[in-house]
Each structure stands twice: as C-alpha cells, then as structure tokens.
C-alpha cells in the first residue's frame, strides 16, 4: 500500500510526492490525490469531482479529468480497468506491485488483496526472461458473498 493511503499521509508528503515528480504543487493536484488517498474505495473520476466539488465547488469535471490523466502519467495514480464503462482510480504502491483486486460481476465491490505468491510468480517470470516488470495487475472477477446468496447488489 502507498505511504500516502489513508489517513496518515499529510497534505506535506502529497506535496514532496508532486515535486519528485516533477510537477508543480497546484490545489487541484493535492486535493484529488488527498480525496484518492483517504477513500476507502476505488473511486472512478464522476465520484472524484464530486468529493473534489464538496470542497472546492469551483472545480471543473475538465480538471479532474486532466488532473488524473496527469498524475497517472507521472506515476502517482493507477488507473484500473474492472469492465465497465469507466476506470476506477488508487495512488501507486511505489513503484511496486503488492495488492491485486477481487471484483464482483455483479455488484461491482473491489477487494483488495495481497499474494507472496503472485509476487514470486512476477520476480520469477522477470529472472528467467532477463525482464524488468514495472508493474503486475492481477485482477479476478467473480461473485461476492452478497451476490452469490441472493442479497442484492450493493452498488
């Protein structure tokens, strides 16, 4: 998990993150890296500006839309693809590859999950292929508990 997630990450370290990136500390940056680091969720960009819109109500669907394509670029922000019509977002993991995602089919609920063994399977896969992995996405769909016993999606 980033050093920045959850509530322990301070608005100093979103800082120092943004400029070893190389990128300017701007309000709009800092405030859509602090909503994506204290979410408990994988949020996608409408749930972002909306969050991002409860604290400054003068930001644009447009900034967080670039602000997120940038700080993807740069490696801060990971950008997920559970097949759906949209992308959900998480602050990187340092450059490292140390949880993967359970994703329910039907209601949609991600469970972050840690592997030794999948992270054995990258580091084994990159020494005999003489490959430098930057990063591993393992993502397994199916049903949760909820939805297999006939609870109801919940959304």
Request: net charge negative; hydrophobic share 30%.
């Amino acid at each position: 998990m980033s050093p920045l997630k959850g509530a322990n990450g301070s608005e100093r370290d979103i800082s120092r993150l943004l400029r070893r990136a190389g990128l300017r500390v701007t309000p709009q940056r800092t405030l859509l890296l602090e909503i994506i680091r204290e979410s408990e969720e994988h949020l996608d960009a409408d749930e972002i500006y909306r969050l991002a819109r409860n604290r400054h109500p003068r930001i644009s669907l447009s900034t967080v839309y670039r602000t997120l394509s940038l700080l993807k670029d740069m490696g801060l922000v990971r950008e997920l693809d559970f097949d759906q019509d949209h992308r959900h977002y998480e602050l990187c993991d340092s450059g490292e590859y140390k949880h993967y995602h359970l994703y329910c089919l039907d209601c949609g609920k991600i469970i972050e999950f840690e592997s030794p063994l999948v992270t054995e399977l990258a580091e084994q896969l990159a020494q005999e292929h003489d490959f430098e992995i930057t990063d591993c996405r393992v993502t397994v769909a199916g049903y949760c508990s909820r939805c297999r016993s006939g609870s109801g999606s919940e959304s």
